[in-house]
């Protein structure tokens, strides 16, 4: 019975919303410290999505993953079929009665009631608690680095996947980030540059063709070794990612405020 009326945290999306949806869910047992908390993790998306949250070997939560990815023509089938009137009934009775919730804000989580069952929503646009920070750095810091301390690591972010196929979202334009990663790396005589990236290849070939000449070491990494190795950088160059972000706001938490570039997120920046 107790899985009937624990609350469940629903999640859509790679680490980046993961590590949100598990910032909200210790926000939640902080608040209902005798709710029993599930993070549901589901595969739909532009891409298929699996839980990456293996790296935190006493995490508090259960983990339920739900495989629903389908291809988006397949999903625009979907949505055309008109909904089930009892579902919607009982969807809305739900709703009302305040056992199933949205929240897309601090003010929408403070407003759930004591008995939600299910949560979902955007939880990237709720500020994260500051007690987060220190947690994921303690997990993030089990885990050994392999950047050479010998020498300055200038360390680019460039997501592209998916992004590469979407009409509506586009990647940081070349220029722009070829002009900033030039500007840096002009910065040190001694200097290790590092390009992190879903679509390694083109990644690197764009920056070649933009005019970046400095010998550079690619990485195609999980989500979690991309933040570890980024957070220890000199000097992090992000690009329009959650992941980004995250290393961004780690390393401001940890003091690191000039050597960070990362445009079109400056109010979710973490500050003291």
């Known amino acids: 019975m107790s899985s009937i009326f624990s609350l469940r945290v629903h999640c859509w999306g790679g680490l980046g919303s993961q590590l ?33 949250l293996s790296f935190i070997d006493d995490l508090e939560f259960e983990i339920v993953t739900v495989n629903d990815f389908k291809p988006r023509d397949t ?28 929240a897309n804000s601090s003010r929408d989580l403070k407003k759930i009631k004591p008995w939600i069952i299910s949560l979902r929503g955007h939880y990237f646009y709720r500020p ?3 007690s987060f920070y220190p947690y994921l750095l303690n997990h993030i810091d089990k885990i050994d680095q392999s950047l050479d301390k010998n020498k300055a690591n200038v360390s680019l972010h460039y997501r592209m996947g998916d992004l590469l196929k979407l009409e509506e979202k586009s990647i940081v334009p070349i220029n722009q980030i070829a002009e900033v990663v030039s500007k840096v790396l002009n910065q040190y005589d001694n200097v290790d540059f590092h390009l992190f990236s879903d679509s390694p290849k083109e990644a690197a070939e764009l920056l070649l063709g933009a005019g970046i000449k400095k010998k550079m070491t690619v990485h ?23 992941i980004s972000l995250w290393i961004v706001n780690l390393r401001r938490y940890s003091g690191i405020i000039n050597a960070n570039y990362l445009e079109g997120f400056d109010d979710k920046l973490y500050t003291r």
């Open 20 to 52: 949100y949806a598990l910032a909200t869910a210790r926000d939640l047992k902080e608040r209902f410290p005798k709710r029993k908390i599930i993070l549901v993790l589901h595969s739909a998306g532009v891409t298929s999505r699996s839980s990456e």
């Open 75 to 102: 999903n625009l089938a979907s949505q055309s079929k008109r909904p089930i009137p009892f579902a919607s009934y009982v969807k809305n009775f739900l709703i009302f009665f305040g056992f199933v919730s949205t």
């Open 128 to 130: 994260v608690s500051p």
């Open 220 to 242: 195609d990494l999980p989500g979690i070794e991309v933040i570890r190795s980024c957070y220890k950088s000199d000097f992090f160059i992000g690009t329009n990612s959650k």
